[in-house]
């Protein structure tokens, strides 16, 4: 990410101002503050972890003020005086304090993008309304109805940007599925100009997620704003389209069509809606985001460990190739052939835990709350590194070497807490089934369709927050037997 600094006057002064309010809110605990330096006001750490993240060294990051300050510091970031916490204690209390107290509360830009009502931003009653009428759809009962249509669409996209050529980025193809994926199953929009339209402004979002505040021209995250304030109308249209056709079907009406259907369609016991329009639009957003890079992350470190690791190779190939067997060509997946892919999803979730998508989670506490001996004020962040716990060698033995026997039904498992890329507790990640669905399912296509090289052996990547591959991660291709 660039990010510009250039900022006027009086929103330097407010920034700096509510900084110090916030600031002076510990005063209150001058000597239960964890350890630690606030920074310059409104920009503190904030550069200094946004470079971490971009040369994939969060970890260094972390452990340099461990070794600096102890498990538990403070810092400053995004515009907010910060508690910075890792290991499984620590997930426990991220994932499982009382949600009025510990909120789910985004730094600024995230917040902004996403929207107010939006699920990381609720608490209480209105986070389990909203959570339960995603959850609602998003159910495993509900989605293995989608099993077939999720695979239709994974053929659609090998048979048009992968057969045929010679080399092909890998990162990009596989968000342009993703993306197609969220399109026709949650929203209902089926391929043509619709999706088109809303890609670019969908994309421009992702880029201002995690971006210092400023909103002025030019500004990764005045570019975010500019691309939301444009998606929103365009989601407006759409949901009117669903409720009109709602009122027509009436009794005929299929709550599970869509996403956006679902949602429309659960009411109260009074006959009026559960959800309101902000409410629907801000979190068809999350689910947009959600669902948009972290699925097709993992894919891309999938196709990238597969060109380079042969005995893992074989062994999935040899799984996906017995499904194959039973399938007649082109004849789509199930969900019962997906319950088969064990190998290939305890070797997804090894991957998940070497290289989780998300490797940051923030907090807000409404209120003052001791933890570890600390007290964190009214008002500051609380920032969680899931990566720190993943990569702990007293948690997972020798954490750099991947093992998917680590994921074995017989094997020891980690303590509660260690492994938590899709979270934990009440806030886990609705959205879990529907990305093991995608993962393999498209891992199933991939290795009896296609077989690939890496053209680079060593391409790194950065992450802007989530990891982008520097060419794309580009692969050179060929159809084997089972091509269709």
């Not at 000597?31 to 970890?59: C, E, N, T, Y």
């Not at 009025?100 to 929207?115: C, F």
């Not at 709350?369 to 007293?394: A, C, R």
């Not at 990305?435 to 369709?449: F, G, S």
């Amino acid at each position: 990410m660039e990010f510009e600094l250039f900022i006027t006057p009086l929103l330097f002064l407010m920034l700096f101002l509510f900084s110090i309010f916030l600031l002076f809110r510990g005063k209150k605990y001058p000597d239960r503050l964890p350890p630690g330096s606030l920074g310059l006001p409104v920009i503190g750490q904030s550069l200094d972890l946004l470079k971490a993240l971009k040369a994939d060294k969060v970890d260094k990051w972390f452990l340099k003020g461990i070794t600096k300050h102890g498990p538990i510091w403070k810092a400053s970031l995004f515009g907010y005086p910060t508690v910075v916490v890792h290991g499984p204690t620590a997930n426990k209390f991220i994932y499982t304090y009382d949600g009025n107290i510990l909120t789910s509360t985004q730094p600024p830009s995230i917040s902004r993008i996403m929207g107010p009502k939006n699920l990381f931003e609720l608490a209480g009653h209105d986070h389990k309304r909203v959570r339960a009428a995603l959850a609602s759809f998003l159910k495993l009962e509900v989605l293995k109805q989608y099993a077939t249509k999720v695979d239709q669409e994974i053929q659609h996209h090998l048979q048009t940007h992968w057969h045929g050529k010679h080399e092909v980025q890998v990162q990009p193809l596989i968000k342009t599925l993703t993306f197609n994926v969220i399109c026709s199953l949650l929203f209902g929009i089926e391929k043509g100009t619709k999706r088109d339209k809303l890609l670019p402004h969908f994309q421009h979002m992702m880029e201002g997620l995690l971006a210092i505040p400023i909103n002025l021209p030019f500004t990764q995250f005045s570019r975010g704003i500019i691309a939301r304030s444009k998606l929103v109308p365009m989601l407006i249209d759409l949901i009117c389209e669903k409720r009109e056709a709602l009122e027509e079907q009436k009794q005929e009406a299929n709550p599970h069509k869509d996403l956006i259907t679902s949602l429309l369609g659960i009411g109260n016991d009074d006959g009026s809606t559960n959800l309101s329009d902000e409410e629907i639009i801000d979190n068809i957003i999350l689910v947009m985001i959600a669902g948009y890079d972290t699925t097709s992350i993992l894919l891309t470190f999938l196709v990238r460990l597969l060109a380079t690791n042969e005995s893992i190779y074989t062994t999935i190939i040899c799984e996906q190739e017995e499904i194959a067997k039973s399938k007649a060509p082109g004849e789509a997946l199930t969900w019962e052939d997906l319950t088969k892919m064990k190998y290939t999803w305890r070797v997804a979730s090894e991957m998940l835990r070497i290289n989780s998508p998300v490797s940051l989670s923030f907090r807000r506490a409404m209120q003052d709350i001791e933890y570890g001996g600390f007290i964190i004020p009214k008002g500051w962040q609380v920032l969680l590194s899931q990566s720190m716990t993943h990569m702990n060698n007293d948690i997972f033995q020798d954490p750099t070497v991947f093992d998917p026997t680590r994921f074995e039904k017989h094997a020891p498992q980690p303590p509660p807490f260690s492994f938590v890329p899709f979270g934990a507790g009440p806030r886990m990640c609705p959205g879990i089934e529907l990305a093991k669905m995608e993962t393999l399912a498209m891992m199933h296509r991939l290795v009896t369709q296609l077989t690939w090289e890496l053209v680079k052996k060593d391409e790194s990547f950065k992450r802007n927050p989530m990891p982008e591959f520097d060419q794309g991660l580009l692969v050179r291709i060929k159809s084997n037997i089972y091509a269709i």
